[in-house]
């Protein structure tokens, strides 16, 4: 089993995505493999916000 804990909140991704600069080194796992969330399209990131509100 394994376990893979989001540890930034909604409000730091959001940030992120209106300030990119500041979150150059902020790194999610997609689809099995990690990315650096600044360099995803909006849309992706979009979609990894909203999964982590559904999931809270």
Known sequence: MQLQ???VS???LRDAQQHPEKYLDLIVKVGGYNATFVDL???IQNDI???LEYNL
């Open 5 to 7: 804990p989001t540890v």
């Open 10 to 12: 909604t409000e730091t």
């Open 41 to 43: 399209g909006t849309p």
């Open 49 to 51: 916000i909203n999964r």
